[in-house]
């Protein structure tokens, strides 16, 4: 089974895409900021990341620098999940090396499409 690791300061957000990835059979951990998801992705190495942007303590940006600097953790995909689009965030996040930057009102066959296509693994139906 594999892992996804769930970093968002909104508990409601951050419980149901939980449940949601549970359904689909993945494992899945949570962070409510980006200080915390960085320790936990060291200690489980998660197989994707699913990322706020904008949060307390540390935000997404943050964590990303910080993540490429650690070669035992920089290759592990990210998607950013994001309230607001801004096309400057958008655009420094993606040159960070982010997997992929969406909306939060993305679709949830579509998340779980893109999850996929990252770990090449099919969702189940």
Request: proline share 4%; glycine share 8%.
């Amino acid at each position: 089974m594999q892992t996804i690791l769930i970093i968002e300061d909104n508990v409601d957000y951050r419980v149901n895409l939980a449940e949601i990835l549970q359904d689909e059979l993945y494992y899945t951990l949570e962070a409510e900021n980006g200080l915390i998801g960085l320790a936990m992705i060291g200690d489980h190495l998660p197989d994707l990341i699913l990322c706020d942007i904008d949060m307390p303590i540390m935000t997404g940006v943050e964590m990303l620098v910080l993540m490429k600097q650690d070669t035992r953790i920089s290759g592990i995909p990210i998607i950013f999940i994001m309230g607001h689009t801004n096309e400057l965030t958008r655009k420094h996040v993606m040159g960070l090396g982010a997997g992929l930057f969406l909306a939060k009102t993305v679709l949830i066959g579509d998340l779980i499409k893109f999850i996929y296509d990252l770990l090449n693994t099919p969702p189940v139906q």
